[in-house]
Antibody
Framework: EVQLVESGGGLVKPGGSLRLSCAAS????????MIWVRQAPGKGLEWVSF????????YYADSVKGRFTISRDNAKNSLYLQMNSLRAEDTAVYYC????????????????WGQGTLVTVSS | QSVLTQPPSVSAAPGQKVTISCSGS????????VSWYQQLPGTAPKLLIC???RRPSGIPDRFSGSKSGTSATLGITGLQTGDEADYYC????????????FGGGTKLTVL
């Protein structure tokens, strides 16, 4: 069974940092690209970042470019999102999700999602 | 302001059919596959349609997808009260700011 479990969310002050993790199991993690998607309270889905299998293709939404860094450790079956210079507008539930297609260089949709982890940026 | 445009809400009676539109451009829908997601309150999105019109295993054939040019459509027939949820379209965008994009979401109310 495919499982994605996010962790690392919490309350942080504006300007602070947080590192989210996504532990993957039930599939060959190194074969799939991964994405982070967030959802602010009461708002829609917003794509945050994409990383390909070997980390050779990485993309960020303009809203987080220069502040967030996506990475992965295929040996540990884990995906990460380092978030720096956090702002109030970064407050959201953050989901990790697996791409549908093997070894994709872009996103083809996601059938498997984690349960999400809440990040709250407030003083 | 989302890159993909969806109606904020749609409604229909149980048993009826509803369609949800998703409008984009040549840099996204026009040249990439579209997927559709259902999100119930407090839960993660669920994939309903991939590659414009394919249903993943376990998704009933009441759900259908289509694409024409730079627009896509999700269709739901035989509406049930359990279908009441938010629906999102998504695709890849190959513009200067390349990345995944989602529609703003459509709230389906089953009257």
């Amino acid at each position: 069974e495919v499982q994605l479990v996010e962790s690392g969310g919490g309350l942080v002050k504006p300007g602070g940092s947080l590192r989210l993790s996504c532990a993957a199991s039930g599939f060959t993690f190194s074969d799939y690209s991964m994405i982070w998607v967030r959802q602010a309270p009461g708002k829609g889905l917003e794509w945050v970042s994409f990383i390909s299998t070997s980390s050779s293709n990485i993309y960020y939404a303009d809203s987080v470019k220069g502040r967030f860094t996506i990475s992965r450790d295929n040996a540990k079956n884990s995906l990460y999102l380092q978030m720096n210079s956090l702002r109030a507008e970064d407050t959201a539930v953050y989901y990790c999700a697996r791409d549908r297609v093997l070894r994709s260089s872009t996103w083809y949709g996601s059938e498997y999602w984690g349960q999400g982890t809440l990040v709250t940026v407030s003083s | 302001q989302s890159v993909l445009t969806q109606p904020p809400s749609v409604s229909a009676a149980p048993g009826q059919k509803v369609t949800i539109s998703c409008s984009g451009s040549s840099s996204n829908i026009g040249n990439n596959y579209v997927s559709w997601y259902q999100q119930l309150p407090g839960t993660a999105p669920k994939l309903l349609i991939c590659e414009n019109n394919r249903r993943p295993s376990g998704i009933p054939d009441r759900f259908s997808g289509s694409k024409s040019g730079t627009s896509a459509t999700l269709g739901i027939t035989g509406l049930q009260t359990g279908d009441e949820a938010d629906y999102y379209c998504g695709t890849w965008d190959t513009s200067l700011s390349a990345g995944a994009v989602f529609g703003g979401g459509t709230k389906l109310t089953v009257l």
